[in-house]
């Protein structure tokens, strides 16, 4: 069973950054952060298809994805934040080898999830 932690999460004024870590109990080559507001469907963010990244439309531009291997840590360095980015921020991993941001069924293991809030 894979665990997922998140953290980093914090209350943020617009056009602030935060970075978000994930520690993983090992590797796994599809993962990444997904988020959910209150009243809105999970969406995903951003992913790690081995050492592919990809990006919701959304935040291309503002948000990186990275990784440490050794650590089996995920970060998610988030810029230019706007209101519309509160959200819980959750964690989450696949056992498949490729990883899209809308198949959200396909991630087995998630995290706890850790709170955004951008106030304007």
């Not at 943020?12 to 090992?26: D, H, I, K, P």
């Not at 959750?90 to 056992?95: H, N």
């Not at 080898?97 to 999830?113: A, D, F, I, P, V």
């Amino acid at each position: 069973q894979v665990q997922l932690v998140e953290s980093g999460g914090d209350s943020v004024q617009a056009g602030g950054s935060l970075r978000l870590s994930c520690a993983a109990s090992e590797y796994k080559y599809c993962i990444g952060w997904f988020r959910q507001a209150p009243g809105k469907e999970r969406e995903g963010v951003a992913t790690f298809e081995g050492g592919t990244t990809r990006y919701a439309d959304s935040v291309k531009g503002r948000f990186t994805i990275s990784r440490d291997n050794a650590r089996n840590m995920v970060y998610l360095q988030m810029n230019s934040l706007k209101p519309e980015d509160s959200a819980m921020y959750y964690c989450a991993a696949s056992r498949y080898y490729s990883c899209y941001l809308e198949r959200l069924n396909e991630y087995t293991y998630w995290g706890q999830g850790t709170q955004v809030t951008v106030s304007s």
